[in-house]
């Protein structure tokens, strides 16, 4: 599995690195701008993002309108919906109009409340059926 991980945060992205390490080779992304081009290039090389971790206040691009961006980029390249990146929003948001957007408009897949823990985190992989129970 891949895993891009998308935070202006230094702390948020390493522990996401650190949880999801065992389980996924780990992209990381500082704002939405590098997000979208590390997930064009992955689609490019025929290596795409199993899951994205995206944060949603982030300078240069935003979560929500990279997420929008990365959606784009899945239909311009034939990826069909079942084959799509699962998206957890991450945010310390809970129920502002950008977290509304971000799952609705932008086709994310979950949301988690920051700061996220390991175990909020490999329930939601397990949930969407990236892990199994006795991989954890």
């Known amino acids: 599995m891949r895993a891009l991980i998308v935070d202006d945060d230094f702390y948020s992205r390493s522990f996401l690195e650190y949880i999801m390490h065992p389980y996924a080779f780990c992209d990381v992304a500082v704002n939405g701008e590098e997000a979208v081009m590390t997930f064009q290039k992955a689609l490019e090389e025929k290596r795409p993002f199993s899951i994205v971790f995206m944060d949603l206040l982030m300078p240069v691009i935003d979560g929500p309108k ?13 990826v069909d919906k079942a084959s799509q990146a699962r998206v957890i929003i991450t945010s310390v948001l809970e129920d502002a109009e950008d977290t509304h957007n ?25 949930r969407l059926g990236l892990v199994t129970a006795e991989e954890i």
């Open 66 to 78: 990279a997420l929008r961006e990365i959606r784009e980029i899945e239909r311009d390249f034939g």
């Open 102 to 126: 971000a799952m609705y408009l932008g086709e994310a897949t979950s949301f988690l409340q920051k700061p996220v823990d390991e175990k909020s985190v490999l329930s939601e992989l397990r």
